[in-house]
């Protein structure tokens, strides 16, 4: 029997504000795509955003990333857990410093609700970290469960709140 391949395409934000925020996060794309099943189709730009919820940390640097998977969602984020823990990711403060942060913002139009795995991302459509790397790459990319494009997402974020300016990318 053959083994069925899912083609998917799949949306990640990735961050980092320890150590070396742009390697870390150019490395964590590295890894992503060192996987067989994996082809990158867009990356947003590298921004520098300021920290939500705990303030008195670095500022992180944040990018996304498009792919087209042949595995499915749980698959991802055992991926991303993986290359996480490979590049010693510690996860002891909400919100807190981190040497690298992978979240699974899309899977096609996927809609899962586990306690293990949340897509879409249920804070995706308020940060204006994941919105604008995302419309980078597709500003016309329709969140499922709200119906509106990451841009009109990001049109409602107000301005000056959650400040963030652009980077060279490493």
């Known amino acids: 029997m053959k083994r069925q391949v899912i083609v998917a395409v799949v949306y990640l934000s990735i961050g980092s504000n320890m150590d070396d925020p742009e390697g870390s996060v150019a490395g964590a794309i590295g ?17 520098e955003t300021e920290p ?3 303030l008195d940390q670095p500022w992180f640097v944040n990018t ?23 590049m010693g990711r510690k996860r002891s403060v909400k919100w807190g410093p981190r040497k690298i942060d992978i979240d699974i913002i899309f899977y096609d139009d996927l809609i899962v609700d586990t306690a293990d795995l949340k897509i879409p991302h249920p804070l995706a459509a308020e940060r204006r970290f994941v919105l604008r790397p995302l419309k980078d790459i597709d500003p016309d990319l329709t969140h499922p469960q709200l119906g509106k494009t990451v841009s009109e997402l990001l049109n409602e974020i107000p301005e000056g709140r959650q400040r963030m300016r652009k980077i060279e990318a490493p």
Do not use: P, R
């Open 64 to 86: 996304a990333v498009a792919l087209k998977v042949d595995f499915s969602a749980g698959a991802a984020l055992d991926k991303i857990k993986e290359i996480e823990n490979k």
């Open 31 to 47: 890894e992503i795509l060192k996987d067989e099943g994996v082809e990158l189709i867009g990356q947003g730009g590298y921004y």
């Open 52 to 54: 939500q919820g705990k």
